[in-house]
């Protein structure tokens, strides 16, 4: 044996680590990259064509502003949430998940009144490509939103079953990842349709 070790003096050494991530993590990170690449592909025609002429320029009504807002509290309150998991605050932890829900469903009540709002300026899904773009934006937006807030009442309905604390962060952890990604790629889209309108 000690002659074999001798020859292949390589077996001694330990096996080398796998790098290893967790599998919902990981598609978690497939899908927010898919949905960055769908963005992308879109803003990218929406110049292409704008650049075409033929475009038609109007004002976003202020309560797309008023919903950016209401999303960039709910990325704090998300944070909160995140903080109170990781100190056991079991109290705060499910307050601060139901509140960041709860503004998530407000912006989604802000985005269909401003729709109403652009049909009341005119501004039609069909007719001219500025406003079709727009409505896909948001809606697009909206649908990831919608899977946000899913991922939000599974994280409260886990901690009132006492299954995120301090030693299980991998849910909040995650929720928290969808939800910040929601919030700047809202921010990135209505700076977009701001500067580009």
Known sequence: M?????????YKQHPREVLSMD???????????????????????YLVKR?????????VPAIFTYSTVVLVISSITMHWAYAEAKKDNFGKLRLAVGITFALGVLFMVMQVIGWGKLVEMQVYFVGNLAGS?????????????????????????????????????????????????????????????LTFN
């Open 133 to 193: 773009f727009f409505y896909v934006f948001t809606f697009l937006h909206l649908v990831h939103l919608i899977l946000g807030l899913i991922a939000l009442l599974n994280t409260l309905w886990a901690s009132v079953k006492m299954k995120v604390h301090s030693r299980r962060l991998r849910r909040i952890e995650i929720c928290a990842t969808i939800w910040h990604f929601l919030d700047i790629l809202w921010i990135y889209l209505f700076v977009f349709l």
């Open 51 to 59: 650049a075409e002429g033929n475009w038609l320029e109007f004002t």
């Open 2 to 10: 000690k002659d074999l070790e001798t020859a292949m003096p390589h």
């Open 23 to 45: 599998p919902i993590k990981f598609m978690v990170w497939l899908f927010l990259l898919a949905s960055v690449m769908l963005f992308a592909s879109q803003t990218s025609a």
